[in-house]
Structure formats: structure tokens, C-alpha cells
């Protein structure tokens, strides 16, 4: 329009746009901050990542140091730090890992925690358990976990979010 029209062409520019951006308006206010989404790009929640020492610690912290040695199940069975995992949602770079509860009890008592959440799962969707330093590297906790934390009565500790 400025070559057509010269000095004019600005002004025109302007008012022939004003209607179309005040439209623009109009239907952003419908849609609540989403104006900037792609409605075809799924939102991620962010994750938070798996830290062995901070969760040792937070679960120290929380229950005291000893709290998981006080009435054994199994006397012979060594008491570690266990985590209890999960599979995440499938997308194209894989499957994430997703540590549900952190344990501090023996392996047995572990592995029975971990069958008692996995009840009613279907098989590749269950829960299974790893030694702390086996959790692998760029696991996360997982957000939405409602799974019951196990008494302090059974000689286990637990945390998770």
C-alpha cells in the first residue's frame, strides 16, 4: 500500500487491519491463556528427576535413621534402600522411568510392597523394585502417586511423592 499510495499507504495499512486485530481480540479472550498453544502438541507436566542421595536423605530426614531397622520380617535379609518403579506413558523417544516409592527395608519386604501395588495390573504395567544404585540415571518420581505409604509397625520406611 505505501507504493500505491504514498504517504497515505501507513494510515490505510492501519485501518484496514484494526477489524482483524480487534477480532483477534475478541477470541483470545475465549481461550484462557491458550492463544500461544498448538492444539496439537501434547503439554508435558514437568517432571521432577530422581535423586538417590537427596531421597535418602529426605526419607532419613522424614523418619529418622533408624527408623527401618526396629522389628525385621527377616532377620537374614539385609536392609537396603529399595525403590519401587514403574513404566511411564509411551511416546516417541521410549518409555520413562518412573520411581513410585522409595523403601528402607529388606529385599523380601520390598519385593512384597511392590506385588501389593501391582495388583490388578496388567503384565508390562506392573511394578517392580531395584536397589537403589540401579534406579537408572534420568529416572523420575512420580507426580501423581496415591499409593499408600506402608506403617512404620512393619519395620519399613518409606517416602514418595
Known sequence: LSALEGPRGQELKSALLAPFLKMVDLQC???????????NIP????QRLFDAAAAIAELEARDGAAAGDAEEEDSSAK?????ILEWGDRSVAGRATLVVELLR???????????ELSVGR????????????????GAFWKED?????????????????
Open 29 to 39: 479472550s475465549f481461550m484462557d491463556g491458550e492463544a500461544d498453544r498448538d492444539k
Open 105 to 115: 527395608c529388606p529385599g523380601p519386604v520390598a519385593k512384597r510392597r511392590s506385588q
Open 79 to 83: 536392609v537396603g534402600y529399595y525403590c
Open 43 to 46: 503439554t508435558e507436566k514437568p
Open 122 to 137: 496388567s503384565r508390562g504395567n506392573r511394578r517392580w523394585i531395584l536397589p537403589i544404585e540401579q534406579v537408572p540415571v
Open 145 to 161: 502417586s496415591t499409593a499408600e505409604l506402608p506403617s512404620q509397625a512393619s519395620g519399613v520406611s518409606a517416602a514418595g511423592d
